[in-house]
């Protein structure tokens, strides 16, 4: 199964700019009710990613008020993106490997077009078995 195929059912991604604060981040998260942001830049390219372990990590180091620290200061911009046409089994392996719950598909002119989580893996490897076997 490609990723292109998992994106059919998925939602557009949610976004935040970099120029954001941590409450802006946060209210995102929780208002819809998922687990990470894609940081894009001014033309909307995928430039880092904020999840809620980070912010919860955050929160511990700074233990006050965190609400206008900005964003792409605590993001993880070494992103490990995926496209369309990438297998599920691979992107599976690298986000093991890498230890990432969230991966950013992008198309060829690298815009952001979906999210992975680790959770559309698991639904996608429960629903087609057959990824299994090779």
Known sequence: ??????????????????????????????????????????????????TERDIFHLAFRFRGDMMDIMVKDHMVSNLVVSTPEDDIEHIA???????????????????????????DVVKAKLVHPVLDKK
């Open 93 to 119: 392996e690298v986000m093991i490997q890498k230890r990432i719950r969230h991966v950013p598909v992008v198309d060829d002119s690298k815009k952001l077009i979906g999210i992975l989580s680790i959770r």
């Open 1 to 50: 199964m490609q990723i292109k195929d998992m994106l059919k059912s998925k939602r557009a991604p949610i976004t935040i700019h970099e120029d954001q604060t941590m409450e802006n981040a946060m209210k995102l998260l929780i208002d819809n009710k998922i687990g990470a942001l894609i940081m894009v830049d001014d033309d909307d390219n995928p430039i880092g990613i904020i």
